[in-house]
């Protein structure tokens, strides 16, 4: 049957205010504007490139370079200008190298992205190519957006070098709507010299981080912290633990999920993590972590080159998470999509030449990120790095949240769980039955 132009707008408007409200991010990325990763200057940064709302001379003359080529038009939200910059330096090497395409960067701030999206998805004015948080892809691939590549990525080369679990964030009703531009997962970074002085070594288990976390514990500083953020943020920094304790996303009110909260409820009762790890954003812990006011913290890889620059004197170092019945990981990152009925062909060229293992490779190890595939375990840019080995060991057991379109809405019952047994409001087997009957009200919409 099909739907009115009138009723799709109106669903697209809807789902888009929906989107807008509820994912806050999926996790971290690069894309989170606080730290800096690097060189560059706004100058550079703005050469071939918009940012929404401006136009300089420097953006026009670049614009000027496409005549006789078809333009095709890139958005992405990546926040620090080292990024922005060496993103431009890719497309800048591409335009040169391609006699039918010229490729144009418009930069939108983060906090705006999903909104501007889907309203220019009403407005017809979409761009050819977006980036887009992986675990806001299924959202957007249901609502029409993203062309449908599943034929022609199967004449790519790499294709199935991807992980599956990575190419689940790219497809929806098994059909393939974008490719992994950068991923990411977590670690339990933790300051050196306070390990020492409490005579502790990193935790491998669940008890083990307990015990870890009280050691480390002192008058003038907390052993642990994890985001609990009322966010994805926090959602995505919990169901990793969820996971290796046995849980089933959708089944929160389980045994896994009492398991996993007690032991953060803990934490906040012995006094081994601070109680404002429900307010703190991911951007918010690294900063307690080098201020010497958390000995330890969950976070993603992203973070590297950001406390190599912003305390380049602090001792740390980084190892995977700890884990209970199975090992477990969550993926963050970017997915890169072309919008439907737009410039497809020049825009997958484009996506075929970006995403090349030699090109993404350096792209990602740039932004502290790396490429979802098997031969990133054995590749020494990677294995040979400092800090690196702790994150690619975990890709194998890496997955994404479940991919479904209603992933906003279930996300909340987690971000409630946390709130209130994290503020012991309520008991974790209270939690998990609050938080269930919000999944459960989202499942039977």
Same mark, same amino acid.
């Given at each position: 049957?099909?739907?009115?132009?009138?009723?799709?707008?109106?669903?697209?408007?809807?789902?888009?205010?929906?989107?807008?409200?509820?994912?806050?991010?999926?996790?971290?990325?690069?894309?989170?504007?606080?730290?800096?990763?690097?060189?560059?200057?706004?100058?550079?940064?703005?050469?071939?490139?918009?940012?929404?709302?401006?136009?300089?001379?420097?953006?026009?003359?670049?614009?000027?370079?496409?005549?006789?080529?078809?333009?095709?038009?890139?958005?992405?939200?990546?926040?620090?200008?080292?990024?922005?910059?060496?993103?431009?330096?890719?497309v800048d090497e591409y335009n040169a190298q391609s006699d039918t395409a010229f490729v144009k960067v418009t930069v939108l701030p983060f906090a705006d992205f999903k909104k501007q999206l889907s309203m220019s998805a009403v407005a017809d004015s979409l761009p050819d190519m977006v980036?887009?948080?992986?675990?806001?892809?299924?959202?957007?691939?249901?609502?029409?957006?993203?062309?449908?590549?599943?034929?022609?990525?199967?004449?790519?080369?790499?294709?199935?070098?991807?992980?599956?679990?990575?190419?689940?964030?790219?497809?929806?009703?098994?059909?393939?709507?974008? #490719? @992994?531009?950068?991923?990411?997962?977590?670690?339990? /970074?933790?300051?050196?010299?306070? &390990?020492?002085?409490? +005579?502790?070594?990193?935790?491998?288990?669940?008890?083990?981080?307990?015990?870890?976390?009280?050691?480390?514990?002192?008058?003038?500083?907390?052993?642990?912290?994890f985001c609990a953020h009322p966010s994805e943020e926090g959602t995505s920094q919990f169901i990793p633990f969820f996971w290796s304790a046995g849980g089933e996303s959708m089944k929160l009110d389980s045994e896994a999920g009492i398991r996993a909260l007690t032991m953060f409820t803990?934490?906040?009762?012995?006094?081994?993590?601070?109680?404002?790890?429900?307010?703190?954003?991911?951007?918010?812990?690294?900063?307690?972590?080098?201020?010497?006011?958390?000995?330890?913290?969950?976070?993603?890889?992203?973070?590297?080159?950001?406390?190599?620059?912003?305390?380049?004197?602090?001792?740390?170092?980084?190892?995977? #998470? @700890?884990?209970?019945?199975?090992?477990?990981?969550? /993926?963050?990152?970017?997915?890169? &999509?072309?919008?439907? +009925?737009?410039?497809?062909?020049?825009?997958?060229?484009?996506?075929?030449?970006?995403?090349?293992?030699?090109?993404?490779?350096?792209?990602?190890?740039?932004?502290?990120?790396?490429?979802?595939?098997?031969?990133?375990?054995?590749?020494?840019?990677?294995?040979?790095?400092?800090?690196?080995?702790?994150?690619?060991?975990?890709?194998?057991?890496?997955?994404?949240?479940?991919?479904?379109?209603?992933?906003?809405?279930?996300?909340?019952?987690?971000?409630?769980?946390?709130?209130?047994?994290?503020?012991?409001?309520?008991?974790?087997?209270?939690?998990?039955?609050?938080?269930?009957?919000?999944?459960?009200?989202?499942?039977?919409?």
């Amino acid at each position: 049957m099909k739907i009115s132009t009138r009723k799709r707008l109106a669903a697209l408007v809807t789902m888009g205010a929906m989107l807008v409200g509820m994912l806050a991010g999926c996790g971290g990325s690069s894309s989170a504007p606080s730290g800096t990763t690097g060189g560059g200057t706004a100058t550079e940064a703005a050469a071939g490139q918009t940012t929404a709302g401006q136009t300089t001379a420097a953006q026009t003359t670049a614009a000027g370079n496409a005549q006789g080529k078809q333009e095709i038009n890139i958005w992405h939200y990546f926040g620090t200008e080292s990024i922005q910059v060496e993103f431009q330096k890719w497309v800048d090497e591409y335009n040169a190298q391609s006699d039918t395409a010229f490729v144009k960067v418009t930069v939108l701030p983060f906090a705006d992205f999903k909104k501007q999206l889907s309203m220019s998805a009403v407005a017809d004015s979409l761009p050819d190519m977006v980036f887009i948080d992986n675990c806001d892809c299924a959202a957007y691939s249901a609502m029409g957006i993203f062309e449908d590549i599943t034929e022609r990525v199967s004449q790519f080369p790499q294709f199935d070098e991807y992980y599956d679990q990575i190419m689940a964030t790219c497809t929806y009703e098994d059909k393939i709507y974008a #490719l @992994p531009a950068e991923s990411n997962c977590l670690g339990l /970074y933790y300051n050196v010299d306070m &390990a020492k002085e409490a +005579g502790v070594t990193p935790p491998a288990n669940f008890e083990e981080l307990k015990e870890f976390a009280k050691a480390m514990t002192t008058d003038d500083h907390y052993g642990f912290s994890f985001c609990a953020h009322p966010s994805e943020e926090g959602t995505s920094q919990f169901i990793p633990f969820f996971w290796s304790a046995g849980g089933e996303s959708m089944k929160l009110d389980s045994e896994a999920g009492i398991r996993a909260l007690t032991m953060f409820t803990d934490m906040i009762k012995d006094g081994s993590m601070p109680k404002d790890v429900v307010n703190w954003t991911q951007g918010d812990i690294p900063t307690q972590f080098i201020n010497g006011k958390v000995a330890s913290m969950v976070m993603g890889c992203w973070r590297i080159q950001w406390l190599k620059n912003n305390a380049p004197d602090l001792n740390w170092d980084v190892v995977p #998470l @700890p884990s209970d019945k199975v090992k477990a990981n969550v /993926y963050g990152g970017e997915n890169l &999509a072309i919008v439907k +009925g737009k410039n497809v062909d020049e825009a997958f060229k484009f996506m075929q030449w970006f995403l090349d293992y030699d090109r993404n490779s350096q792209w990602n190890l740039a932004t502290d990120e790396f490429p979802a595939m098997e031969k990133t375990l054995t590749d020494p840019d990677y294995t040979e790095a400092e800090y690196w080995p702790a994150f690619i060991e975990q890709i194998p057991y890496t997955r994404a949240r479940d991919v479904t379109p209603k992933w906003p809405e279930i996300s909340v019952g987690y971000q409630t769980a946390l709130q209130n047994a994290l503020t012991l409001k309520q008991t974790p087997e209270e939690a998990v039955k609050e938080g269930q009957k919000i999944i459960d009200e989202a499942l039977a919409k």
